[in-house]
């Protein structure tokens, strides 16, 4: 997720569509996932089922449109349909090539979109955290800008330190929970 949403704040108006075909629910069993987006997370997607009722919600909602043909679906996201056409087929040709070029994603996670009907969204993204993070010291204190503790102010886990250099680790679920719960506790024992 990480991986897009950095590019997506890199796009104007910070905003992308994601499109996928009917095949979503069988696909969902076959790519893992982690964090919270994976299959079978307590309360959320525990099964195939509940997956295809949470989407058709979004589409009853308005969130996720839903078209018989690409052409169809490219007007309801008000996008050029030659070019969602054209990124369809990249997409499904990297499914032959069984390499992504165009994204590096991991082969197993490329589908193919061909089975009507397709869906779509239009998505944003521009920040999950701070990945320089407020400056701190070892107690946890937030550092001004000559580097003295500011009286009162604290920070943990992903809005302290710089833990994350450059993109939010999305393959390591809790990571950011850890590094919290960690700085925590180093307070707790000063």
């Known amino acids: 997720m990480n991986l897009f949403v950095n590019a997506a704040a890199k796009e104007p108006g910070y905003l992308y569509a994601m499109i996928w075909d009917d095949n979503y629910a069988e696909t969902l069993e076959k790519v893992h996932m982690l964090g919270c987006t994976r299959y079978g997370f307590p309360g959320y997607m525990k099964d195939k089922e509940a997956f295809v009722a949470d989407t058709e919600q979004h589409v009853k909602d308005g969130l996720v449109v839903k078209a018989d043909t690409l052409e169809e679906l ?49 998505l944003g993204g521009r920040i999950l955290c701070t990945f320089d993070g407020l400056r701190i010291n070892t107690k946890m204190e937030v550092l001004d800008e000559n580097h003295d503790p500011i ?40």
């Not at 369809?88 to 589908?111: C, L, S």
């Not at 993109?167 to 590094?179: E, H």
């Open 74 to 122: 490219a007007e309801k996201l008000n996008l050029p349909a030659d070019k969602l056409k054209e990124a369809v087929a990249n997409n499904n040709q990297a499914v032959i090539d069984h390499q992504d070029k165009e994204f590096g994603k991991e082969a197993y996670r490329i589908t193919p979109i061909k089975k009507k009907p397709y869906y779509g969204c239009i």
């Open 151 to 190: 009286p009162g102010l604290y920070a943990a886990g992903n809005d302290a330190g710089g833990f994350f250099w450059g993109s939010y680790n999305d393959r390591v679920p809790g990571l950011a929970a850890s590094y919290a719960h960690v700085w925590l506790g180093n307070l707790l024992l000063d």
